[in-house]
């Protein structure tokens, strides 16, 4: 992953980003490509090149906070989505240090990738982390037939003594839409009951996926639900646009801004409870958790599939699929860099 890492960091500087949106941007692509997100990991380097170059982000933003106790609102610039979040979560974390809580709005930012990477560098600090963003319209309402939401992700990372962050990180749609994009390049099938063709009919072909369906399936108000509180806390809160107002991320403007709103919260565990309380607390609950009778497979908490691909993959390395392969290869040509020679796999 280092190699393929700082391949991305000088891909996104011949774009036109600053060292600091190129880092964040590779880190958390990292993150995702890491812990088997492939839908958000390396595969998004050619966007996100694209939409610096063409002028959609601005690769090198003057961040601008303002204070208000606990709280605090972020102007992002039109940056790179990873630069703008990273940077309001490490202040929601500063927050979370002096008030116990810190909650951060982010406005004109733009796609910030896996959510749970954000919400990752919380726990790593010692916090609870919350992250959460709406997107472009994808995503049909719970027996709706037109694109409504976004996917509209929800994290949550919390520290865990002695071992990996409890992690949830999770679309409020049945699948995120870069999975679709993903089974298209791969040619794959989708689950049923994850997508809906154009007159809201559900389908598995990944061809003819025109909308995402919300999760829940049949109670698919309940991802619908979820959906909507995304949007007002990152939206609504931050008086950006809401997910039908948004440009596709797609294309083809490449040049107008997005003006996508986000939002962080930071909680310090002692400023509720007894450290060691929260400590064995927590270790009391996972191993709960994970002795609980299975029916078929092992039970896991959130996280744990997770952690046990990057184990792998650091160990055997991060498989890139044929099309993402062939992708960085444009980009290893058209800025004229040494593209490095990552495993092939299926991505």
């Known amino acids: 992953m280092a190699d393929l890492a700082s391949f991305a960091r000088a891909v996104l500087r011949a774009a036109g980003a600053d060292e600091e949106s190129a880092a964040a941007a590779t880190r958390a692509m990292a993150h995702a490509s890491r812990l088997g997100v492939d839908s958000h990991g390396i595969r998004l380097l050619p966007h996100y090149a694209t939409a610096i170059a063409g002028g959609r ?17 972020l102007d992002a610039d039109h940056a790179q989505g990873a630069r703008a979040t990273y940077a309001a979560m490490a202040r929601a974390v500063d927050l ?10 982010i406005r004109n930012s733009s796609h910030f990738g896996a959510a749970g990477a954000f919400a990752l560098a919380a726990a790593e600090a010692g916090c609870i982390g919350f992250a959460t963003c709406n997107s472009d319209s994808v995503v049909r309402l719970h027996d709706g037939a037109e694109r409504f939401h976004g996917t509209n992700p929800l994290a949550v990372a919390v520290p865990v003594e002695d071992g990996r962050p409890w992690l949830l990180d999770m679309a409020t749609s049945a699948i995120p839409y870069n999975r679709v994009l993903l089974y298209r390049s791969l040619g ?15 389908t598995t072909d990944a061809e003819r996926a025109e909308m995402l369906a919300p999760l829940g399936a049949a109670f698919g108000f309940k991802g619908a639900g979820l959906a909507g509180l995304a949007e007002i806390l990152s939206a609504v809160l931050s008086g950006m646009r809401l997910s039908h107002e948004i440009a596709p991320m797609a294309g083809p403007d490449f040049a107008r801004p997005r003006e996508m709103g986000a939002f962080v919260l930071a909680l310090r565990p002692a400023a ?23 029916a078929a497979c092992p039970v896991m908490a959130p996280g744990d599939r997770e952690w046990a691909e990057a184990e792998r993959r650091d160990r055997d390395g991060v498989p890139v699929d044929p099309t993402t392969l062939a992708a960085l290869a444009a980009l290893a040509g ?3 860099l040494r593209m490095p020679e990552p495993r092939p796999g299926a991505g």
């Open 57 to 73: 982000v601005n690769g090198r933003p003057r961040l601008r906070f303002e204070e208000d106790g606990a709280v605090a609102r």
């Open 96 to 105: 979370a240090g002096r008030y116990g809580i810190g909650a951060v709005t």
């Open 188 to 202: 794959m099938a989708l689950p049923a009951a994850t997508a809906s063709d154009a007159e809201g009919r559900d």
């Open 272 to 294: 509720f409870v007894d450290p060691g309380m929260f400590r064995a607390g927590m270790a009391r609950y996972l191993a709960a958790l994970r002795g609980s009778p299975a």
């Open 334 to 336: 058209r800025y004229a």
